[in-house]
Antibody, heavy 119, light 112 residues
Framework: QVQLVQSGAEVKKPGASVKVSCKAS????????INWIRQAPGQGFEWIGW????????GYARQFQGRVALTRSTSMNTAYMELSSLTSEDTAIYYC????????????WGQGSLVIVSS | QLVLTQPPSASASLGASVKLTCTLS???????IAWHQKQPEKGPRYLLM???????TRGDGIPDRFSGSSSGAERYLTISSLLSEDEADYYC??????????FGGGTKLTVL
């Protein structure tokens, strides 16, 4: 079955960077985009960006451009999200998600990675 | 601009049915959407996809108490035979060519 397993919680200081991983299994890694989404405490979902694991092509939400990088290791079937210049407003749970076959609905979710930004 | 609008809250009684609404912005009434459930202290769960013709496809393991429908620019999620565990936040989601993840603000469902 499709599984997305993410790395553990991180605590970072303002101005630092964080890198979250997402290991995929149960399907051909290169066949589906990986998207990243976050949910801050008490807030809704915010889309960060997408990556095509086969080509490495990426696209980012406007508010994150210049501050986020989505990469992958095809040998390890793992996607990565690195967010830099962290502020307290980046405190959130970060999820990797995979769309379904044929339609870009987020049918598969990772378990989430909590990132806390605090001095 | 593609925007999804949801009412912030809804409520219904245990064992009853509830219909949640997600409204697509003007010019986007043909778009399909997905419904996701976020229970407290749990990860999000994909429930189903609803197309503009009202057809819906449930995700893996989703019970048939959850169904979808459509009317114009509105997409609906109906939950029947409500259980206490259905108390959660429900989000609709769609996509566009450039912005591949568009979410509604979510509806908090209270089961009375």
């Amino acid at each position: 079955q499709v599984q997305l397993v993410q790395s553990g919680a991180e605590v970072k200081k303002p101005g630092a960077s964080v890198k979250v991983s997402c290991k995929a299994s149960g399907y051909p890694f290169g066949n589906y985009d990986i998207n990243w989404i976050r949910q801050a405490p008490g807030q809704g979902f915010e889309w960060i960006g997408w990556m095509n694991p086969y080509t490495g092509n990426t696209g980012y939400a406007r508010q994150f451009q210049g501050r986020v990088a989505l990469t992958r290791s095809t040998s390890m079937n793992t996607a990565y999200m690195e967010l830099s210049s962290l502020t307290s407003e980046d405190t959130a749970i970060y999820y990797c998600v995979r769309p379904d076959i044929g339609y870009y609905v987020f049918a598969y979710w990772g378990q989430g990675s909590l990132v806390i930004v605090s001095s | 601009q593609l925007v999804l609008t949801q009412p912030p809250s809804a409520s219904a009684s245990l064992g009853a049915s509830v219909k949640l609404t997600c409204t697509l912005s003007s010019g986007h009434s043909s778009y399909a959407i997905a419904w996701h459930q976020k229970q407290p202290e749990k990860g999000p769960r994909y429930l189903l996809m609803v197309k503009s013709d009202g057809s819906h496809t449930r995700g893996d393991g989703i019970p048939d108490r959850f169904s979808g429908s459509s009317s114009g620019a509105e997409r609906y999620l109906t939950i029947s035979s409500l259980l206490s565990e259905d108390e959660a936040d429900y989000y609709c989601q769609t996509w566009d060519t450039g912005v591949r993840g568009v979410f509604g603000g979510g509806t908090k469902l209270t089961v009375l």
